[in-house]
């Protein structure tokens, strides 16, 4: 079977996604099934794969679904515990008063909170708690998933205190081998990870500073009154200005400290001057923009997930630090979970894990409820309520958050438990009886081969097509760094450049990632619209990954920047 071949049919289960999900509309709950079976029947028919692994992978993806699901439903817990408090109620007084314009406060939510909470976890969790703070506020479900969704693109990189570089990089390139290649000409393994650091920030400074422009222009041209990109664009100079306040730390973080804190950093940062700035009125429209009146709403725009002005008990003198505290906890146990060791490890020993699933050597999976996001969320809800509920009331606004919420989880399951399985063995397609490279690896070949020298245009687009498999930055780093690297070097080109385009493009495919969609659109109880979410988030990945090629192949041939083994 020659490459070509091979490549259209590992493309085959994406082709399929793309068909039923964008072209035809269908749910994920009827689309992602039929993709799992032909990924399957790839697997032991033209991969042959035995059937052992095809089940250990389904059961290991099944493991992931429990993780995922639990950090979707540890959110939702979060906010039906502050709708039962009062909380909510006082969190949406308080950004009506920072400013009534509904794109100002999407960026500061999405954004400046959003990029923040993207360093310290990573893995989906600013969608999962972004979206629904935004549902709360009054924003249309469907307009809450799109900007918690396309938040998911600049800080990726450096999420989860630097994981995507720090483990995904690391461990997807021959570190041995690579070494010995940089010792000749005077190069360290860690000189040439922070070369890749840097770049990888610069791109994405220069990208991603315009994002929170795209964010205010798909707000009002998908859910204005008058479907305006214009009135996006209205806001331009505050857009920009909440732009430049996060990448500007960004980049520096990235170059002088490193892959750890630029999201972390630059997420603060940008809280404080743009929260600071609004409130001032600087740069701000004349005219503030909101949605047209609920009763204008389209069907698909709303979710189970509706916080009305009679689910709430106000507790008026509720001051809005109170009300804030338990996001506040959430944030910090987050940074301390992942910068302090024996906190980390403290969190990590309540871990249930499952090693060589169905006998298959190095294929595992764990469940760690305290370390993972959900764990975390939990318990800000938990302090919510001694905060914050009534005397005698605690335990029925825990009842009534756990009800609301377990009903809003069981749609998102049945969704996940077919969507990450198939991811799971398009990536463990590579151990196979007829020695043929991984799935994503064949189609990556594919695109190589095609595009020749112009393949730094499209070294974005392979990591995003990774993080569109397999939900995950750090996953796409690990699988295709190596053919990154591979490729740059039969080509001539630098290898840390190329390598720095793929991270880039894998930040810019979480936008796009099918199980993210499907776990931040659960937060609000928007299921059943992922079609419609994916066919408004594909245009701010386009943008992206087409920018940061042009940006890559700029680099390459425009200002003949090398480095070592280029």
């Not at 969608?127 to 307009?143: E, H, Q, S």
């Not at 009842?399 to 398009?426: C, E, H, N, Q, W």
């Not at 066919?535 to 920018?547: D, E, H, N, S």
Request: net charge neutral; proline share 5%.
């Amino acid at each position: 079977m020659n490459e070509l071949t091979l490549g259209l049919l590992a493309m085959l289960p994406i082709m399929l996604s793309a068909i039923l999900l964008l072209g035809l509309q269908w749910p994920a709950k009827k689309a992602m099934p039929v993709v799992l079976v032909t990924t399957a029947l790839l697997s032991l028919f033209v991969w042959d794969m035995t059937a052992i692994r095809v089940s250990a992978s389904i059961l290991q993806g099944m493991i992931v679904t429990v993780s995922v699901l639990w950090i979707v439903f540890g959110a939702i817990f979060l906010l039906n515990t502050l709708k039962y408090t009062g909380a909510i109620q006082v969190i949406r007084q308080g950004f009506t008063h920072v400013s009534p314009d509904r794109r100002v406060q999407a960026i500061i939510i999405a954004w400046c909170f959003g990029t923040f909470i993207e360093g310290a976890s990573g893995f989906g969790t600013p969608a999962a708690i972004a979206a629904p703070l935004l549902v709360a506020i009054g924003f249309p479900a469907l307009a809450a998933v799109l900007m918690g969704m396309m938040i998911q693109s600049t800080p990726v990189s450096f999420g989860a205190v630097g994981t995507p570089i720090v483990i995904g990089v690391n461990n997807g390139l021959d570190s041995t081998g690579i070494s010995a290649q940089l010792l000749t000409q005077g190069w360290e393994w860690d000189q040439f990870i922070h070369l890749i650091t840097t770049q990888v920030a610069i791109i994405h400074g220069i990208v991603g500073t315009l994002m929170p422009v795209l964010m205010a222009v798909m707000l009002t041209r998908f859910f204005g009154k008058n479907k305006s990109w214009i009135e996006g664009l209205q806001i331009l100079p505050f857009a920009l200005f909440a732009g430049l306040s996060f990448t500007i730390p960004y980049v520096l973080t990235g170059i002088f400290l490193g892959p750890e804190f630029p999201s972390l950093l630059g997420g603060l940062v940008s809280m404080v001057i743009v929260v600071s700035a609004a409130k001032k009125g600087f740069l701000m429209p004349k005219k503030a923009w909101d949605f047209p009146d609920k009763s204008e709403w389209l069907d698909g725009w709303v979710g189970q997930l509706e916080i009305k002005q009679d689910d709430v008990k106000l507790t008026r003198d509720m001051p809005v630090f109170i009300a804030w505290i338990p996001y506040l906890v959430v944030a910090a146990l987050l940074v301390c979970s992942r910068v302090f060791v024996e906190f980390k490890n403290l969190l990590a020993d309540a871990s249930y894990g499952f090693t060589d699933i169905l006998g298959e050597v190095g294929m595992s999976a764990a469940f760690s409820p305290l370390y993972l996001p959900g764990g975390l969320l939990i318990i800000g809800a938990l302090v919510a309520v001694i905060l914050q509920g009534g005397s005698g009331k605690k335990i029925k606004v825990l009842s009534d958050a756990f009800k609301d919420s377990s009903k809003t989880i069981i749609g998102a399951g049945f969704v996940l438990v077919f969507t990450i399985p198939m991811v799971r063995l398009f990536i463990n397609s590579g151990v196979n009886l007829s020695d043929l490279p991984s799935m994503p690896m064949a189609g990556a070949q594919m695109f190589a081969d095609l595009f020749g020298g112009a393949f730094p245009m499209i070294s974005p687009s392979i990591g995003a097509l990774g993080a569109f498999i397999a939900g995950s930055n750090t996953v796409s780093n690990m699988m295709f760094s190596q053919f990154q690297f591979e490729a740059a070097m039969s080509l001539g080109l630098s290898p840390a450049l190329i390598v720095a385009g793929q991270a880039v493009g894998a930040a810019a495919g979480n936008m796009i990632a099918i199980h993210n969609v499907v776990a931040a659109s659960a937060t609000v109880g928007l299921l059943g619209q992922e079609g419609a979410i994916l066919r408004k988030t594909i245009l701010p990945t386009l943008y992206y990954i087409i920018v940061a090629g042009g940006l890559v192949m700029l680099a390459v041939y425009g200002l003949k920047i090398s480095g070592p083994l280029g």
